[in-house]
């Protein structure tokens, strides 16, 4: 690189200063022993800065709703439309980034990010942030997909669990640090403030990203970095249109454009068959199970997904190859992770309420008390990644299952004055055993996917966790009001926690279906058959 001296101004190139530093500060990094935990730090920095206000916007509802002059109720939309948001976006952006990279789309994500933070905190109306949140869901769907594929794609099959282990960290601590910090900067400075503390979060994380995450134009296959040759090997330089001096036109050489490659059909359908049932389960409790219009919208569900599978068994270029429904550590994991977040979130939309209604607990302790369940998550997951390595992950998932399952149980014996110690005994294994299930469902699915399809995969999981999610909210509030004791009973509750309890065994036993990961010097369930089997 010249700076227009020594070979001659007019000859020479001219490099702005921040892609020098950018260049030689990723060289550096890049050249570490280490650099794949330098890309899962980077990763987890974005991801924090995503994430931490989550739960305490929630908490903060009855403020917004007073400000804006509109109703708790009508503010829902700000938790459940992102949801929607991100069934509708996640597929295709996933795949968009599988065919784009994901460094890319990962910037973009954390832009929009940036985007929606902005907008939400300078709202006038609650339309204006019901509008910001749903936007929000579209760059989650976005970082999200992406992040995940960057650290897997960093890692290998056999340490993707325990990158995962520390994913699960950020994912499950990052809403907790937000309610302990957050909760004071919305008592003395408004729910606006919070917000706007969200942008320096993220203008780091961005800086990190350029710096740190590898430039790459197709996922899985090392290409030159364009302020580094020597990341890769060379590539003709594109200017104005043209290659080496070549018009631009097609030709038998030029990739295809990869919105030509999209799965349009595929991405529309399913993106109303998961946007569809998660409206269904959201909005049940409230129409009812068997209304008219529950009824048709999940019809709709079921036939748009129906028409997915069909239009996949013909497509060019599927969005989800079918194929990997036919293999058994893609299934069963997935199913797993559904059915472990059924329980895991479905007990924690009910234990507030039990707290207060049941046994007259504040708010506010209620929420200190709850906070066991996810600070148990996030400790644990991390060792549970290492452990998988030792024990494997199919015995990761179904201990996991089981300590989640105890604990369901022990929720369904309370009495009437229950101890507290009892309680928090009983959160903490909630979140013990989501967390030492959820690394090794995240890796063991990933590792039977193609490097190149590592973005819709991770949109895949994601979209499985959210849809496990709103179901066990809905299904175990339904089963909680509908007790003949009324919503206040105790009762009503031990019903509600069996359900959750039924859906953990259900986890383990897709747990015990899982084949462990082969690894050097270690005889894994892998060994006793192909993990492409059925």
């Not at 109703?71 to 992102?82: I, N, Q």
């Not at 364009?226 to 030029?254: F, M």
């Not at 998961?274 to 009812?288: F, Q, R």
């Not at 339904?478 to 509600?496: E, I």
Request: glycine content about 12%; hydrophobic content about 50%.
């Amino acid at each position: 690189m010249l700076s227009g001296t020594g070979a001659g101004a007019e000859g020479g190139i001219v490099v702005p200063w921040p892609v020098l530093f950018r260049h030689r500060m990723h060289r550096r990094v890049a050249g570490s022993d280490r650099y794949q935990w330098w890309v899962l730090w980077t990763v987890l920095a974005g991801l924090l800065s995503v994430n931490i206000t989550f739960t305490v916007f929630v908490v903060a509802l009855p403020q917004v709703a007073k400000e804006l002059h509109t109703s708790v109720t009508t503010l829902t939309w700000t938790s459940t439309g992102p949801l929607l948001a991100f069934g509708v976006a996640a597929p295709v952006l996933g795949k968009l980034g599988d065919l784009r990279g994901y460094r890319r789309l990962y910037l973009w994500g954390l832009s929009g990010a940036a985007l929606s933070v902005v907008l939400t905190a300078s709202a006038p109306t609650a339309g204006v942030l019901i509008g910001a949140r749903l936007f929000d869901g579209v760059q989650g769907a976005a970082t999200g997909a992406a992040s995940m594929a960057l650290v897997l794609q960093a890692f290998s099959h056999q340490d993707r669990v325990k990158a995962m282990g520390w994913w699960a960290l950020v994912g499950a601590g990052g809403p907790v640090l937000g309610v302990t910090i957050g909760a004071p900067i919305i008592q003395y400075f408004g729910w606006r403030a919070l917000f706007w503390g969200e942008l320096p979060l993220m203008a780091f994380a961005a800086v990190l990203a350029v710096i740190v995450l590898p430039t790459r134009d197709h996922p899985g296959e090392p290409v030159a970095d364009p302020e580094s040759p020597e990341e890769g090997p060379a590539r003709p330089a594109r200017h104005g249109g043209q290659v080496d001096d070549q018009p631009a036109g097609p030709g038998p050489s030029d990739p295809p454009s990869p919105w030509s490659q999209l799965d349009w059909t595929g991405s529309l359908t399913l993106a109303v068959s998961v946007t569809a049932g998660l409206l269904a389960l959201n909005e049940a409790p409230s129409w009812g199970f068997t209304a008219p219009a529950t009824l048709c919208i999940f019809a709709l569900s079921i036939a748009a997904g129906a028409f997915f599978v069909m239009h996949e068994r013909r497509a060019a270029n599927p969005l989800i190859p079918l194929r990997y429904f036919r293999m058994r550590n893609f299934v069963f994991p997935l199913g797993a992770r559904a059915f472990t977040n059924f329980s895991y979130m479905g007990g924690f939309f009910l234990f507030p309420i039990l707290m207060e209604r049941v046994y007259g607990y504040s708010e506010t302790r209620a929420g200190l008390v709850s906070t066991a369940r996810p600070l148990m998550f996030s400790l644990v997951a991390p060792a549970a990644g290492y452990a998988a390595v030792k024990v494997g992950e199919r015995v990761s998932v179904v201990a996991g299952a089981l300590v989640l399952t105890v604990s369901m149980v022990v929720f369904t014996q309370l009495g009437v004055q229950p101890s507290l110690v009892v309680i928090i005994i009983a959160l903490a294994l909630s979140g013990i055993g989501i967390g030492i299930a959820t690394p090794s469902t995240a890796s063991s699915a990933s590792n039977e996917v193609a490097p190149d399809e590592l973005g819709v995969m991770s949109a895949a999981q994601q979209l499985i966790t959210q849809i496990g999610i709103v179901a066990g909210i809905q299904v175990m509030v339904s089963v909680q009001a509908s007790g003949n004791g009324g919503v206040g009973s105790l009762s009503s509750f031990h019903r509600a926690y069996a359900v959750g309890a039924v859906v953990a065994v259900i986890a383990g036993v897709c747990g015990f279906f899982m084949r462990d990961t082969p690894r050097p010097g270690r005889r894994s369930s892998a060994t006793e058959g192909s993990a492409y089997d059925t």
